[in-house]
T-cell receptor, first 112, second 112 residues
Framework: NAGVTQTPKFQVLKTGQSMTLQCAQD?????MSWYRQDPGMGLRLIHY???????DQGEVPNGYNVSRSTTEDFPLRLLSAAPSQTSVYFC???????????FGSGTRLTVV | DAKTTQPNSMESNEEEPVHLPCNHS???????IHWYRQLPSQGPEYVIH???SNVNNRMASLAIAEDRKSSTLILHRATLRDAAVYYC?????????????FGSGTQLTVLP
């Protein structure tokens, strides 16, 4: 099992560019989430999904889109990158609500 | 989700036990107490969780006060690899869409 795989690990974007952060899990987990972590801060929820075809907004959804066409994949799209979106992005998944989440190793994004 | 309060930082000597406190005075009856840790430059890692009774696993023990308004994560013999930010999080398992709400956590430093 690879767990939760995030790509790329590092990315530099120019203001206004768009890109997609990839997240894939091979554990057949229903629940998947995207978080962002700014320097010295805890993680904040961007979007989440409770199963294929179902997504919802978290605490800080503006500027981001998600879709969940398969159980395995949960990509995060930045529509028009802004310097305020410079952050480390983590994807997480879980199965049963009584169990813990598995996190990916993160994507470090810099917007210049 | 109910709020948790943790010390910003703690120090411990290597091979000694560490007790990481968490206050959650507004915890509801259906909130589970979850602990995650985040090693430098990595995603968060699930440690342990419990509802009312003390819990043990291979990583740590969780001691929950009788009134559930506080809890303590216990690392029985700290190693240098345990240096991380430790997050205490309350999560209601009855809501299937409930995600994790991270605070700022406790930065644990382990001294050799």
């Amino acid at each position: 099992n690879a767990g939760v795989t995030q790509t790329p690990k590092f990315q530099v974007l120019k203001t206004g560019q768009s890109m997609t952060l990839q997240c894939a899990q091979d554990m057949n987990h229903e629940y998947m989430s995207w978080y962002r972590q700014d320097p010295g801060m805890g993680l904040r929820l961007i979007h989440y999904s409770v199963g294929a075809g179902i997504t919802d907004q978290g605490e800080v959804p503006n500027g981001y889109n998600v879709s969940r066409s398969t159980t395995e994949d949960f990509p995060l799209r930045l529509l028009s990158a802004a310097p305020s979106q410079t952050s480390v992005y983590f994807c997480a998944s879980r199965t049963d609500s009584r169990l813990g989440y598995t996190f990916g190793s993160g994507t470090r994004l810099t917007v210049v | 989700d109910a709020k948790t309060t943790q010390p910003n930082s703690m120090e411990s000597n290597e091979e000694e036990p560490v007790h990481l406190p968490c206050n959650h005075s507004t915890i509801s009856g259906t909130d589970y107490i979850h602990w995650y840790r985040q090693l430098p430059s990595q995603g968060p890692e699930y440690v342990i969780h419990g509802l009312t009774s003390n819990v043990n696993n291979r990583m740590a023990s969780l001691a929950i006060a009788e009134d559930r308004k506080s809890s303590t994560l216990i690392l029985h013999r700290a190693t240098l690899r345990d240096a991380a930010v430790y997050y205490c999080i309350l999560r209601d398992h009855s809501g299937s869409a409930r995600q994790l709400t991270f605070g700022s956590g406790t930065q644990l430093t382990v001294l050799p």
